[in-house]
T-cell receptor, first 110, second 117 residues
């Protein structure tokens, strides 16, 4: 089993749609979780951390399920500018060894 | 002010050459990293330095040698470049406290696109 796996994409959705991405991780000792977005030919940028209790930032909601070892990202009211690749990031242990998932590509269509 | 800056942005070179990529961060972070993103877009860690000390060294050919003169700088030197080294190399930094729920992850540089011909 790969360390971090994500929904295979691409996701093509119309503007205004709600879209959800899932990510599973293999190491039950993982402590820190993040969602990053990466635009074409750009560096990854932190979208949001994922807290134990779940957290929301505007149209974006992140959830963590430790028992099932997955995290999710929900985007409501999709905008054209949300088109990007979304990367799930998990640390493998108590250290700073973070592993990136393969990414899920989202295209929001007019 | 750029938080994590790496140079050069583009690098085209011939097989067998030796090249260096430089990275500097002005965020005061303790830890710096080099990541490689290949043509399939997978981001894989290569090295990590914490306060100038190597803490992660993934399975990378020993043609790749990182150097951290101080905690704000992490350079990557590559000897005898091969075609398969063509990729985008990202430098990143972080300030991370174990057990805290408010770690902010990485800040990445804008990448160095290396093409070996």
């Amino acid at each position: 089993r790969k360390e971090v796996e994500q929904d295979p994409g691409p996701f093509n959705v119309p503007e205004g749609a709600t879209v959800a991405f899932n990510c599973t991780y293999s190491n039950s000792a993982s402590q820190s979780f993040f969602w990053y977005r990466q635009d074409c030919r750009k560096e990854p940028k932190l979208l949001m951390s994922v807290y134990s209790s779940g957290n929301e930032d505007g149209r974006f909601t992140a959830q963590l399920n430790r028992a099932s070892q997955y995290i999710s990202l929900l985007i409501r009211d999709s905008k054209l500018s949300d088109s990007a690749t979304y990367l799930c990031v998990v640390n493998l242990d108590y250290g700073q060894n973070f592993v990136f998932g393969p990414g899920t590509r989202l295209s929001v269509l007019p | 002010d750029t938080a994590v800056s790496q140079t050069p942005k583009y690098l085209v070179t011939q097989m067998g050459n030796d090249k260096s990529i430089k990275c500097e961060q002005n965020l005061g972070h303790d830890t710096m990293y080099w990541y490689k993103q290949d043509s399939k877009k997978f981001l894989k860690i290569m090295f990590s330095y914490n306060n100038k000390e190597l803490i992660i060294n993934e399975t990378v050919p020993n043609r790749f040698s990182p150097k951290s003169p101080d905690k704000a700088h992490l350079n990557l030197h590559i000897n005898s470049l091969e075609l398969g080294d063509s990729a985008v190399y990202f430098c990143a930094s972080s300030q991370w406290d174990p057990g805290q729920d408010n770690n902010y992850g990485y800040t990445f540089g804008s990448g160095t696109r290396l093409t070996v011909v």
